[in-house]
T-cell receptor, first 112, second 113 residues
Framework: AQSVTQLDSHVSVSEGTPVLLRCNYSSSYSPSLFWYVQHPNKGLQLLLKYTSAATLVKGINGFEAEFKKSETSFHLTKPSAHMSDAAEYFCVVRNNNNDMRFGAGTRLTVKP | GAVVSQHPSRVICKSGTSVKIECRSLDFQATTMFWYRQFPKKSLMLMATSNEGSKATYEQGVEKDKFLINHASLTLSTLTVTSAHPEDSSFYIC?????????FGPGTRLTVT
């Protein structure tokens, strides 16, 4: 089965500085990968997805992620953090059965 | 876009009672729906996969007699937590599949007192 590992449980950045949230995947074939964001007491919002097209994927709110097969990584980045980006972020892989397997999550804190 | 709703958004019930949570795909038909559970400050764990008109497939460790799933139509799946206990308190999220994409509901927060 496919799986993802989010390397940091908590990341703290200052407003206006870059954001890097790390995710590594395990897959026997080219996977479909997603990043979701969850604000406190809210549902999930899809940020972006990779489905074997362009390796650099642009999402909403200025986020992007690059699929690197050689490193089995799909890290999420944003050039400049905003206070409203503070949330929980999940890296997700889609299995053969089409069910989604979530990483443990990374809590992003943005300091003023 | 595809919208998935859940009802109720919050529910408080007493220990020993049963509670039903509905998941609806509002503008598409979903042959497959998924139920997830999220503990406080934790990730989402897949509980079960349900296909319309057939029995749900439960993940290892999920009690099928406690978490009853019914996928009666292409737009509705229900999760019933039977004989609820405080340890069942959690955030339950459903998702509905349309072609290859999954769309998540807003979640239901269950508190068992």
């Amino acid at each position: 089965a496919q799986s993802v590992t989010q390397l940091d449980s908590h990341v703290s950045v200052s407003e206006g500085t870059p954001v890097l949230l790390r995710c590594n995947y395990s897959s026997s074939y080219s996977p479909s990968l997603f990043w979701y964001v969850q604000h406190p007491n809210k549902g999930l919002q899809l940020l972006l997805k990779y489905t074997s097209a362009a390796t650099l994927v642009k999402g909403i709110n200025g986020f992007e992620a690059e699929f690197k097969k050689s490193e089995t990584s799909f890290h999420l980045t944003k050039p400049s953090a905003h206070m409203s980006d503070a949330a929980e972020y999940f890296c997700v892989v889609r299995n053969n059965n089409n069910d989604m397997r979530f990483g443990a999550g990374t809590r992003l804190t943005v300091k003023p | 876009g595809a919208v998935v709703s859940q009802h109720p958004s919050r529910v408080i019930c007493k220990s020993g009672t049963s509670v039903k949570i509905e998941c609806r795909s509002l503008d598409f038909q979903a042959t497959t729906m998924f139920w997830y559970r999220q503990f406080p400050k934790k990730s989402l764990m897949l509980m079960a996969t349900s296909n319309e008109g057939s029995k749900a497939t439960y993940e290892q460790g999920v009690e099928k007699d406690k978490f009853l799933i019914n996928h009666a139509s292409l737009t509705l799946s229900t999760l019933t937590v039977t004989s609820a206990h405080p340890e069942d308190s959690s955030f339950y999220i459903c998702s509905a599949k349309m072609t290859r994409e999954q769309y998540f509901g807003p979640g239901t927060r269950l508190t068992v007192t």
